[in-house]
């Protein structure tokens, strides 16, 4: 007579299959997981860089007037009297990114992840020219710099 049905054997070897193969997907969730968190930090940093430099250039390209201060962190833009904006680290925490309206006092923080910020000012015959070094840490460090050239200079 033959009996239907499994061994306990069997049963104990497609227990432990089955728990490999969990235990493998569950790292491999894991492993994903903490590498996402990785690349999620990077891209934010990423975008707090082109964000910062995207609103320097665009500020400091309508200016007339450009003053660079502090041991080059600190620089000036005006417009003749129309407006008046600067950007500098912050003094109480030189890991933000200060913009300040200097006509309406109002300031806001560019960026939170500042590492460096250098401007350098050069006065050319055609066209006034600002040099930008601006480095951002978390973690990861990002550096890069652009030249923006003053239309309203000349």
Not at 66 to 79: K, L, M
Not at 108 to 116: A, E, G, Y
Request: charged share 20%.
């Amino acid at each position: 007579m033959t009996k239907k049905g499994i061994t306990l054997i069997e049963l104990i070897v497609v227990l432990v299959i089955g728990a490999i193969t969990m235990a493998a997907i569950t790292s491999i969730v894991v492993i994903s997981y903490n590498q996402w968190g990785k690349n999620k930090d990077i891209v934010l940093l990423h975008s707090d860089f082109d964000l910062a430099c995207y609103m320097i250039k665009g500020i400091l390209e309508e200016a007339s007037n450009i003053s660079v201060y502090d041991n080059n962190t600190r620089v000036n833009a005006s417009y003749k009297t129309v407006w008046e904006q600067e950007f500098y680290p912050d003094s109480n925490n030189p890991n933000i990114l200060v913009w300040k309206n200097k006509k309406t006092g109002e300031t806001q923080s560019v960026i939170t992840d500042l590492n460096s910020i250098k401007f350098y000012y050069y006065d050319n015959t055609f066209y006034d020219t600002v040099l930008v070094n601006l480095s951002v840490k978390k973690g990861k460090t990002i550096n890069g710099s652009f030249v923006v050239c003053i239309r309203n200079s000349k």
